[in-house]
């Protein structure tokens, strides 16, 4: 505890203290040391704000220590089993160094909780089997030496493990229930016949004789109680000879493999391996055999044929003399999906900054080979018409490229947005003209809308995107004609039901399907559909973006993307966007001016690309600007330390070298003259940079996408410096 408040008060922050004994044989404590944070400011002690962070000035006044008797909310909790058992108990362990140390008391050992220890090396021990990261049911000896079949996990967001344990000889008892009841019968039949003698000689027995009895009634009472546990267990339990004949099985596997009880009861654990899966079947044989148990993964098939990934912990007892087989199985199909889900969204999100990089970088030349050709347009009185042609041609291109770099950063989310709440119904009808002219007329095109339709936020434009791409798509789909159906509707996630999907989160959302009756998409194909560049087409007729841009339009508004698909039949997307409230008025939009005004304030242009800097002070200076340069923040600082008075407007790239970025730079430049005017320009949007970004796009401050044309910078620049 003193090494923990010493630590408080060097690093002014909340230290937790586990489980531990106040003083030795003491009691049982779970403690927080908070130091007491004064923060002194001029000649005045001040409290500091709450979510202020740490400071130089900052000093320790003092401790509070809050001290948890887990005797009174944890143990009881984890002592409490859900059905009367006699063996079970729950308990709560960690790891020190290589020891195992057990932090509840013991239902067999009293006075255990933090005294006792194991190695942390034992292979035969659930709570080291735990502490060592192993998760699932597995079969051991307990802090007894006697053998129990446990459940153990770690306890999310702590150094515990918990274990959940229960002998083994209660659990078997169900499979000696028949040859229990028999020879049960038969020893009250005997019981019995001894009474009839003792009441006739030696009525002192009848006593005992009711105790034998009593005992009798409670066997049979617990076997039915297990029989109970077996028959309502989610995994699959099954009891197998020494040949791996199954012999018994509970309600879970009839309903998992689709046989009968007395089908199953006639094949072996090989007959129900799928047949990719059985030439593994030996040699997992082997390691049951030669350890007493195992567990792995492997692919069992139903009776219908049709095949799922089960977990299997298998393990060799002895019941009455004779071996048996015991197999816990469990179908880890769901767990299967989710896994396969996260690596496809690892997979698209390394893409996605492998395809924003390069976009970045790309924008940078296009922005110096655009402004280029547009200054020289600029002065187009002194070109030929064949050079005035060629530039144009050059100012073309460099459009076409960066609208495709514009996609690259929309599938890698980096794309600008400007957000704002939308009517998606609406947004539908708009758009459904212009939809109609991109199909044929052998495509019927139908819009189903749900009311009422809650908003989201959304870029408008993008969403325009979304949906053009999607329909494109299913039109591409139908060589042959076909129908596309579009329809919204209100989705409420509960909490299982988001869990389902890595992406999802409880609330609402607005659910977009586009569902389309074309030739489908092939299983193989369908992982690789959101890939950039990655398309089925012939050359020529795709670029691979289409569904790249919807994938990263739909992540960057906070949704995810859902494919259905079956050759032949069609494809159905489904995108789900957070609603949001209806907004309190609608703002209206000034229109952009048309002429070019520019001005003859001084404006400090600060960008590391030397090609970039030099081409947007030329854009500058033929709107009669006078421009100082710098290649860093800390150049910018000093220009502005030699002509701060002069500068009337800041304009700064965001990423910068030497530590300090663009809103680093402003941000010291504010503390000096609060409502500086700045625009921000990148080659990412402000919401990729992090951070506040009402800070890139609040009050004095304008973003700019790079590469900007000359005609929108100069614009930019003039409404910056005119806005009040």
């Not at 887990?70 to 108990?89: C, D, G, H, M, V």
């Not at 229930?177 to 039949?189: D, H, S």
């Not at 193989?524 to 691979?544: A, N, R, Y």
């Not at 200076?621 to 009337?648: D, F, P």
Request: with cysteine.
């Amino acid at each position: 505890m003193r090494q923990a408040a010493e630590t408080a008060l060097r690093t002014r922050q909340v230290i937790e203290v586990d489980l531990h004994r106040v003083t030795e044989g003491g009691p049982i404590r779970l403690s927080y040391v908070v130091p007491l944070v004064v923060r002194r400011e001029g000649t005045n002690d001040n409290v500091p704000a709450a979510g202020t962070g740490p400071n130089s000035s900052d000093w320790s006044k003092g401790l509070l220590v809050l001290n948890v008797d887990p005797q009174e909310f944890l143990y009881p909790l984890i002592q409490t089993w859900p059905t009367p058992s006699r063996t079970a108990e729950t308990l709560l362990v960690r790891r020190e160094g290589d020891e195992v140390v057990y932090l509840t008391e013991l239902r067999h050992r009293p006075s255990a909780a933090l005294t006792l220890r194991s190695p942390i090396t034992r292979d035969d021990l659930p709570a080291a089997m735990a502490a060592r990261g192993q998760v699932g049911t597995v079969a051991g000896v307990d802090y007894r030496g006697v053998p129990v079949l446990a459940a153990i996990r770690a306890v999310p967001g702590t150094p515990w493990f918990m274990v959940a344990k229960v002998d083994e000889e209660e659990v078997y008892a169900i499979f000696r229930r028949q040859a229990r009841m028999v020879w049960g019968g038969m020893g009250l039949l005997t019981v019995a016949s001894c009474l009839g003698v003792a009441l006739l000689g030696r009525r002192r027995d009848l006593r005992s004789l009711r105790r034998q009895l009593q005992t009798e009634k409670e066997k049979s009472a617990l076997a039915e109680r297990v029989e109970l546990l077996m028959r309502n267990a989610n995994d699959i339990i099954l009891l197998t000879n020494e040949q791996w004949q199954i012999v018994e099985a509970n309600a879970r596997a009839v309903e998992r493999y689709g046989y009968s009880r007395e089908e199953l009861l006639q094949r072996t654990l090989r007959d129900l391996r799928a047949p990719e899966a059985l030439t593994d079947f030996d040699r997992q044989d082997g390691q049951v055999a030669a350890g007493g148990r195992a567990t792995f993964e492997t692919v069992h098939q139903r009776k219908d044929g049709t095949t799922f990934p089960v977990e299997a912990s298998e393990k060799v007892v002895n019941l009455g003399g004779v071996g048996y087989g015991v197999a816990f199985i469990r179908d880890i199909t769901e767990r299967k999906l989710l896994e396969a889900q996260l690596r496809q969204s690892q997979k698209l999100e390394g893409i996605g900054q492998l395809a924003g990089g390069v976009a970045h970088d790309f924008n940078n030349l296009l922005a110096v080979i655009r402004g280029n050709a547009e200054l020289l347009l600029m002065d187009g009185e002194r070109l030929d018409a064949e050079t005035r042609d060629c530039l144009s041609h050059i100012a073309g291109a460099t459009e076409r490229a960066a609208g495709l770099t514009r996609q690259l950063l929309i599938f890698s989310r980096k794309q600008v947005m400007q957000p704002q709440p939308v009517a998606l119904n609406e947004l539908i009808g708009d758009l459904t003209r212009m939809l109609k002219r991109v199909i044929r007329e052998d495509i019927c095109l139908d819009c189903v809308y749900g009311e009422p339709l809650p908003f989201v936020q959304a870029d408008p434009g993008m969403m325009e995107q979304v949906l053009l791409n999607l329909v494109v798509n299913a039109r591409d789909a139908m060589p042959r004609g076909g129908q596309i159906q579009i329809t919204t509707k209100l989705v409420r996630l509960a909490g299982a039901e988001a869990e389902s999907t890595p992406e999802a989160r409880a609330g609402d959302y607005v659910c977009l399907n586009v569902c389309d009756t074309g030739t489908g998409i092939p299983p193989e194909v369908l992982p690789h559909i959101f890939e950039p560049f990655f398309t089925t087409k012939d050359v020529g007729k795709g670029s691979g973006l289409g569904l790249a841009t919807v994938y990263g339009i739909v992540k960057q508004h906070q949704g995810w993307v859902e494919v259905a698909s079956r050759v032949g039949e069609g494809t159905t997307f489904r995108i789900f966007l957070p609603a949001v409230p209806a907004p309190a008025k609608a703002v209206a939009v000034a229109p952009a001016e048309t002429v070019l005004r520019g001005g003859h304030e001084t404006i400090l242009l600060v960008e590391d690309d030397p090609a970039v800097r030099m081409v947007t002070r030329r854009v500058l200076e033929t709107a009669k600007y006078h421009v100082l340069e710098a290649a860093s923040s800390r150049e910018a600082l000093e220009v502005w330390s030699r002509h701060g008075s002069e500068i009337a407007l800041v304009l700064t790239d965001i990423m910068m070298p030497e530590g300090v970025n663009g809103r680093d730079l402003v941000e010291k430049l504010r503390a000096q003259r609060p409502g500086l005017k700045v625009i921000f320009m990148s080659g990412y949007s402000a919401e990729a940079l992090g951070g506040d970004t009402d800070f890139f796009l609040g009050p004095g401050s304008v973003f700019i996408h790079k590469p900007c044309p000359a005609g929108a910078l100069i614009r930019s620049v003039r409404q910056c410096l005119d806005a009040g």
